[in-house]
């Protein structure tokens, strides 16, 4: 029974090229989260996505910056045009329902790193 | 918004050593999570606590929920070198309303640990 899966684990993008992180969440669980950690920081909610639904988004750059979680097929992070400070580690992290007990599983991360 | 203040940041300590960190908040939170990251890796849950007073053990950790539901300790016995890593408390977020969005956490900055053999 697989965890979270991720991937890439690494991507490297220049500056004004686009990322695309994958999250396939752990097979039944249906919400899916998205984190973001710069180095030496805890991490940092983005978005909150149910199958086919954006539930929570408070945690997102306005711009560049889109998620989506189709009715088939894993969760994508996208960020356009990507810069600098977009470097960090991007954690999906999935779970049954929107557990009172948050029993998160978290993946082991995508580490983009802008050139 | 909601911050989680950890301390200390950082702890280097021998083998055999127990450890003891804790969290602090501006506001008032009903659960309390305790996360540990290896490098490289992601968070993985600890120990989980609901109730206010709450004393919670899991193995050699044991974490506490303070009475005044604004602070949380977290103590490793008998410490041992896989011990190693950056230890995170979390708790529920807010949503932009106000009230509680079930799923999103906030996180504090961590306490990195250092265990020599």
């Known amino acids: 029974n697989a965890g979270v899966m991720q991937n890439p684990r690494h991507l490297v993008r220049r500056r004004g090229q686009e990322a695309r992180l994958r999250c396939s969440p752990v097979k039944g669980h249906s919400h899916v989260y998205w984190y973001r950690q710069l180095p030496e920081e805890g991490l940092k909610f983005m978005v909150y996505l149910q199958k086919e639904n954006i539930i929570d988004e408070s945690g997102m750059p306005k711009e560049r910056f889109s998620a989506e979680f189709p009715k088939e097929g894993p969760s994508i992070l996208r960020i356009q045009q990507v810069v600098r400070g977009d470097s960090a580690a991007y954690f999906c992290?999935?779970?049954?329902?929107?557990?009172?007990?948050?029993?998160?599983?978290f993946g082991s991360g995508t580490r983009l790193t802008v050139v | 918004g909601q911050q989680l203040n950890q301390s200390p940041q950082s702890m280097f300590i021998q083998e055999g050593e127990d450890v003891s960190m804790n969290c602090t908040s501006s506001?008032?939170?009903?659960?309390w999570l305790w996360y540990k990251q290896d490098p490289g890796e992601g968070p993985v849950l600890l120990i989980a606590?609901?109730?206010?007073?709450e004393l919670t053990s899991n193995g050699r950790l044991t974490a506490q929920f303070g009475i005044t539901r604004k602070d949380s300790f977290l103590n490793i016995s008998a410490s041992i070198p896989s011990d190693v890593g950056i230890y995170f408390c979390a708790g529920p977020g807010s949503s932009n309303a106000g009230g509680t969005s079930y799923g999103k956490l906030t996180f504090g900055q961590g306490t990195i640990l250092t265990v020599h053999p």
């Open positions: 606590l609901y109730k206010a007073g």
């Open positions: 506001s008032i939170f009903n659960t």
């Open positions: 992290a999935s779970s049954t329902r929107d557990t009172p007990n948050y029993g998160y599983t």
